[in-house]
Each structure stands twice: as structure tokens, then as C-alpha cells.
């Protein structure tokens, strides 16, 4: 976010504020009193000549035409027309610089400005107050008291509070003399944590690179840290430091301590939440009962049971600009990745050491392309189970940097249980598309809009796109299995057996008898197969016979989950000379693909199948070509 948009009443500071944080932060400086003299001459002579109201209508204009980056002072009436909000609030951090009727009266005694009202200066200064101050409050994400401040000080208060944005990792130093390594090797960030529970005492302001914002954190037992000692020593070890901000938890004494008392930090009030995500509106409370303590940021941390955890938290977060929240656990994973795009100030990474589950490190931030999301950003991904290391993101996520598209390729962990309440947040988040994997690939069909011809044939779908809203679904995966084992042979004629008859099974077997393959499926459940074989217009054989089939066929797919997860394979021994394929990518070679090559076969591993395949939904979701070249070189370069 690079606009700061100040508001309040004439002669609260906000020129001044404005020029010295413009300078600061090496933004540029918009002024709507200074456009409108530009466009129609001196306020002064403007309105005695056509009057305040067509004035507002002037100044409207400015606020819609505004830049997207900038430092912007407004004129004090701006917020008296419901049509500015939005356009202000777009894209922005608003602050209400407020200041004191008494302190405005005496700022203002000689200003050149037409009255607003017939009373006195005094009198007109109470009356305005009153209409506005509530606009002003509505208007704001964060408000700042100007009174018994200098402008130096004030434009410090509101850069201090800007710098409280993106990526923040945590450092947990044993002791004093591991504080600048690990400062050092978390430069990748604009915002540094350091946990202060190990150490035993005060210690010597940190040296902090030029430009990274440092939070102090010094947690008791009781929330989830390890300093034992007072509450006064707590304090002095969280103020010597010399960070920008002191995090404390809410509801402790020290909370409100630091909230009333508005040192030289600022304040991160904090609360977590460590066995549930309570209701939205259990949490909103929560939050208005912090802020009633007036910290500079609030942060709400809960706890997954469920992936729908995640869009609770992503309701809390709109319209909040002071927010920090997120979910921990394995499926709060989600609400890491997506932080900035929901609205969250900050999204914690681990250096080395997870201080929370679900922590990633920077790499697999960045992987998401976490570091450069916004709230325009396009989401999509991939919906399924033990979903966290798909090789999906490693391909899209690159090649969306490569063609400057503002897009992010995202795991969604959905368990089979979760998939309709999913698509229903899916839905109302507007994300772009997804692929779709095990054990979804069949069950997501009743819940989409569209399906394609091929798709539909199939029984199953892979590839979700998003149009206009209504969802639209799609099976690459026979294309990507043909494109794979065209690679290495010629499949007119060819028997093929296919162990499976799930969604990936379905499409490769209808893949291959379009190719002009004969085609058969076993299954440990034989019923099921002769419903796919059936279905495709396949043959289907008995499991027992699997042994008899592989001598006779000249292609053998696993299309099975089996080997993803162990050391498994679905066969005991593979016959020499055949063509064998693994659908699994991870691992790269499977139990079955390596009892294929002690047989002396020719192996394909899953992940030429998988980027085949993404060249079709990479096209799909983003209307732009691109080939299994560019697809494979993104995912070679990304490799851990």
C-alpha cells in the first residue's frame, strides 16, 4: 500500500505532516486544495463567487482523479460528501490528524478562508466539529492527536505505523551474542520480530538495518513463551531493545499499561487463540474490545479445526487496516499465504525455528508468491488432500512473475468432508480457478455451473475456471497423459492397462482410447472398474488377473494414490520391455517406477503427466500461451 491519505479539520497540521512525510518516505505529495487552485484559482475568490456547494462538487472531481501512490492532504470538508469515501479508502491508509476545538481556534484566527456559517469562529469551529469529527472517525483507519505534538513528531507517529506492513520473520536468539546473526540473515524482510524470552536481562538497543521495522516480543509460559521473571522486568526487557513496536498480549496488565502510557514504541496488542477459531462474531468483539485500548495495531491469531476456519478469519480482516490475524495450524497455512490480499498488516515467517505451527520460512512464501500479494491479486490452486508440496505452485507461480501477470497459485488443503462448505468461500472470495486432485476430482462435479464436453465424458474434472462468476469445469488430465507417453511412443494399437479407476484414472483412459490405444482397467475394487470401463467404453478385468494382463499389455499407468505416501507399490514385480508411467510426483521415483527399471522398462515419472497437462490450465485460466518447455523450465529452476 503506497497512498497515505490524511484527513481532518483545517488547521490540524496536515500540510506540514503531509510535506515532511512525503520527504520521509520518498513519496510523491498531493495536496486536493492545491489541485483545486491549480484548476480554478484561490479557494478564497472560488467561493464567494459560486458558493461552497459547487466547491464540494469541484473537490469531488479531484478525489476520484487522485493517483494511486502518494501522499495525499485533504481539504478539512472532504469527508461531508459520502461520494469521496470509497475513492479515498481505496488502496489507502487513512489518518485523522485530531485536534482540540480550543487548539484549532487559536491556529485559525487568521486565516484568509470564508466562514462556513454565519457564527463565530469559535462557534463555527464547535459546529463543524460536531458534523464532522464522526465522518472523520468513520473515515479513518488509524487517528493520530497532533495537540502538544511537533509536525516532526506527528509525521514520525504516521511513517512508524506505515512501516507496519508485509512479510515478518522471527527470530528466537538463545542468547545476546546470536542477536546480529540472526538479524543478518533475515534481510529478505521489511519487518523483523525478536523473541525476548530466552534472554535473562535488558539489553543494548539492537542495530537494525536501514529500513526493516523491529517488534519486540517477550511471552510468558502462559502465552506460549518462556520468560518467567515480573511484569516491571518484562517491561524493561521489552523497552531496551529499542524497537519500533513492543507486542503485548491483551488482557495482561502490562497491556494496558503500554496502551495508556504511548511511549516511544508503538503498541501491537495481541491475542491467541490456541485450540479453535471462535465465531465471526465472537471475534469482532474481541476486536472492538481491543481497540478500545487505542494500540497502534491489533492482532488476532486462532486455530484451525477446519480449512473454513481460514474465511472466518479473512471476514474478520475487511475493513480493519490495523489488523494483524491469521490462522496457526497445517490448514491456517491458507490464511499465511494470502494474508495481504485479505487485508492482514502482517504475515510471521520462521528464520529456523517455528514459533507457531503452520510457519513457513521465506522460500516457501515466496514460492506463492506471498511477497507480492495484493488485494487485487488473482488467486487460484489446488484443491485437495496433503496439498502443502504440490509442484503446481512451482510452475504457475514462476511463470506468472515471467509474464508479469498479478496472480498466485495457492495449496487449498481440503478435506473430502469440506469440499462443499470450500466452494461455497471459494465462490464468495472471487478466486480465479483452481486444479483439482484426489479424492475431489469427481465429487466437485455437482457443485460447478459448467462443465466442457470433455470433462463431462470423463466423469471427472481437474481444472476449475472462474467466469464471471459462475464456475466452469474442465479435464486436462487426459491431454497431459497422452502428450506424456507420446513422448516416448506411438499409441494407436497399443494395449495399455490402467491400475485405478478414480478421476485420473477415468481420464487417461479416455485419453488413450481417443489416441486409438486399447485400453484396460483393473481396480481392487472390481465393480467400480467395470463401471469406469463401462462408462468410457473400455475394457475392465479382474484385480487377481493383474499379473496375466501386464505379460500381455505394452503400457502400464499407475493412476492410483498408492506410493505417495509409503514405500508402496501396486504390483510385487513388474515383466521386462514395457512402457510405465506413475501418475505420483512425489516422490519422483515411486516403488513401482523403480521395479520397472530393475526389469530394464522404459519409465515415466508423474511430473511429465503434471506439466503437460498445466499448459492446458495455465492457457485456460489466463488466456495467454505457453508450452511444456517454459512450464518445465519454471519447475527445474524452483525445485528444492
Known amino acids: 500500500m503506497s497512498r497515505i491519505v490524511l484527513i481532518g479539520f483545517r488547521g490540524s497540521g496536515k500540510s506540514t505532516v503531509a510535506k515532511l512525510l512525503a520527504k520521509r518516505l520518498g513519496l510523491p505529495l498531493i495536496s486536493t486544495d492545491r489541485e483545486f487552485v491549480k484548476r480554478n484559482g ?38 461531508e460528501r459520502k461520494e469521496n469515501l470509497n475513492p479515498l479508502k481505496a488502496g489507502s491508509e487513512v489518518f485523522f490528524l485530531n485536534v482540540s476545538e480550543q487548539e484549532l481556534a487559536r491556529r485559525l484566527k487568521r486565516s484568509p478562508r470564508p466562514a462556513l456559517t454565519a457564527a463565530g469562529a469559535i462557534q463555527e469551529i464547535q459546529s463543524m466539529l460536531l458534523k464532522r469529527t464522526p465522518l472523520y472517525k468513520k473515515t479513518a483507519d488509524f487517528e493520530v492527536r497532533t495537540e502538544g505534538k511537533t509536525s516532526s513528531d506527528v509525521a514520525k507517529e504516521i511513517a512508524r505505523i506505515h512501516s507496519l506492513r508485509g512479510l515478518c520473520t522471527v527470530i528466537v536468539p538463545k542468547n545476546e551474542r546470536e542477536i546480529d546473526g540472526l538479524m543478518a540473515h533475515s534481510r529478505q524482510t521489511s519487518c523483523v520480530e ?53 507486542d503485548v ?55 484451525t479445526k477446519s480449512i473454513d476456519d481460514v474465511f472466518t478469519v479473512f471476514e474478520l480482516l475487511k475493513g480493519k487496516k490495523d489488523l494483524i490475524a ?26 529456523s525455528q517455528s514459533t507457531a505451527p503452520g510457519q513457513l520460512d521465506f522460500k516457501e512464501m515466496e514460492s506463492c508468491n506471498a511477497d507480492l500479494m495484493t488485494s487485487e491479486t488473482r488467486i487460484l490452486g489446488i484443491i485437495g488432500t496433503n496439498v502443502s508440496h504440490s ?14 501477470l498479478d496472480s498466485a497459485f495457492v495449496p487449498f488443503d481440503v478435506g473430502p468432508k469440506e469440499l462443499t462448505a470450500f466452494m461455497k468461500n471459494f465462490r464468495k472470495c472471487g478466486f480465479a480457478g483452481a486444479a483439482v486432485t484426489h479424492p475431489h476430482k469427481e465429487n466437485v462435479m455437482v457443485l460447478l455451473d459448467e462443465l466442457d464436453d470433455v470433462a463431462r465424458r470423463i466423469g471427472a474434472v481437474n481444472t476449475l475456471v472462474n467466469r464471471n462468476g459462475k464456475l466452469a469445469g474442465f479435464n486436462t488430465d487426459a491431454e497431459g497423459a497422452v502428450r506424456a507417453l507420446e513422448e516416448r511412443t506411438s499409441l494407436p494399437g497399443k494395449r495399455a492397462l490402467i491400475f485405478g479407476a478414480g478421476g485420473a484414472a477415468r481420464a487417461i483412459a479416455f485419453g488413450l482410447k481417443e489416441a486409438g490405444a486399447h485400453v484396460t482397467l483393473v481396480n481392487r475394487s472390481d465393480g467400480k472398474a467395470r463401471h469406469v470401463a463401462k462408462a468410457l467404453g473400455v475394457h475392465a478385468a479382474f484385480w487377481k488377473d493383474k499379473g496375466r494382463l501386464m505379460e500381455r499389455s505394452d503400457i502400464l499407468i499407475n493412476a492410483t494414490p498408492v506410493g ?32 520397472a527399471r530393475v526389469s530394464e522398462c522404459t519409465i515415466i515419472t508423474g511430473e511429465r503427466m503434471l506439466i503437460h497437462q498445466a499448459v492446458r490450465q495455465f492457457e485456460l485460466w489466463t488466456e495467454k500461451k505457453t508450452n511444456a518447455r517454459e512450464l518445465e523450465r519454471a519447475l ?3 525445485q528444492p
Open 42 to 79: 484561490t479557494i478564497e475568490r472560488f467561493v464567494k463567487r459560486n458558493g461552497w456547494k459547487t466547491f464540494r462538487d469541484e473537490e469531488s472531481a479531484i478525489v476520484r482523479a487522485l493517483a494511486s501512490c502518494g501522499i495525499v492532504d485533504c481539504g478539512g470538508g472532504v469527508v
Open 194 to 246: 525478536i523473541r525476548l524470552d530466552n534472554l535473562k536481562s535488558p539489553i543494548l538497543p539492537i542495530k537494525k538495518p536501514k529500513g526493516v521495522t523491529l517488534i519486540a516480543t517477550c511471552r510468558t509460559p502462559s502465552h506460549g513463551g518462556s520468560f518467567t521473571g515480573s511484569e516491571e522486568s518484562r517491561l524493561k526487557m521489552l523497552e531496551s531493545v529499542g524497537a519500533n513496536f513492543i
Open 249 to 303: 498480549e491483551f488482557g495482561t496488565s502490562l497491556a494496558r499499561r503500554v496502551c495508556i502510557s504511548k511511549r516511544k514504541s508503538g503498541v501491537i496488542l495481541s491475542h491467541h487463540i490456541s485450540d479453535r477459531t471462535p465465531s465471526l462474531k465472537s471475534l469482532q468483539t474481541i476486536y472492538k474490545r481491543m481497540k478500545a485500548l487505542k494500540p497502534d495495531a491489533i492482532k488476532i491469531v486462532t486455530t
Open 326 to 351: 491469521f490462522c496457526m495450524g497445517e490448514k491456517g497455512i491458507l490464511s499465511r499465504v494470502l494474508a495481504f490480499k485479505f487485508g492482514s498488516r502482517l504475515s510471521y515467517l520462521r528464520l
Open 391 to 404: 509442484l503446481s505452485k512451482r510452475m504457475h507461480n514462476p511463470l506468472f512473475k515471467r509474464k508479469c
Open 564 to 595: 505417495m505416501d509409503s514405500d508402496e507399490s501396486v504390483v510385487e514385480q513388474v515383466p521386462r520391455g514395457k512402457l510405465v508411467m506413475d501418475i505420483i510426483y512425489r516422490p519422483r521415483m515411486t516403488a513401482f517406477l523403480r521395479k
Open 636 to 638: 527445474k529452476r524452483r
